[in-house]
């Protein structure tokens, strides 16, 4: 039977996620998905080093290391399954971003589709689904390939 404690590992990693991202640290990012699949944009990268490479390669970071982001995690809801130790959750989340020339703005939301297992004793993220239905001015935050 899931717990208060399986809850809050689940809820934790969703929050590392957003907190390793906006601190630049796209190793630790990827250490997320050591053992799971990233999905975002119809592409799909799997395990530790590709998912550090791709965020490494999309995401603009500044002088101080970090893309200068803010992402706020919100609506979240998660259910298990006792019987296979795995967990889906969904939530909602809004990319806020603010550099010198670029006054604070929201410049993204949407929403993730997660799915975790637990081995031994321990929640990991097996798969995250990314949908971003609203944009803003990405200009400053991600790398976008040139024109066709």
Do not use: C
């Not at 297992?117 to 200009?139: C, N, P, Y």
């Amino acid at each position: 039977m899931s717990t208060a404690a399986d809850t809050t590992a689940v809820t934790n990693l969703i929050a590392e996620y957003a907190e390793l991202i906006d601190a630049g640290d796209f190793a630790g990012a990827g250490e997320l998905f050591a053992d799971g699949v990233f999905v975002s944009s119809g592409a799909s990268v799997r395990g530790s080093a590709a998912v550090a490479k791709m965020f490494s390669a999309m995401v603009i970071r500044y002088e101080d290391g970090t893309p200068r982001t803010h992402h706020a995690t919100g609506n979240i809801a998660i259910e298990f399954d006792d019987a296979t130790d795995t967990a889906t959750a969904r939530s909602y989340f809004t990319v806020f971003q603010a550099v010198s020339d670029f006054p604070l703005q929201p410049v993204a939301a949407g929403n993730y589709r997660d799915r975790f297992e637990r081995h031994d004793g321990r929640w990991r993220f097996a798969e995250r689904q990314v949908r971003i239905t609203l944009t803003g001015d990405l200009s400053r935050h991600l790398r976008m390939p040139p024109p066709a």
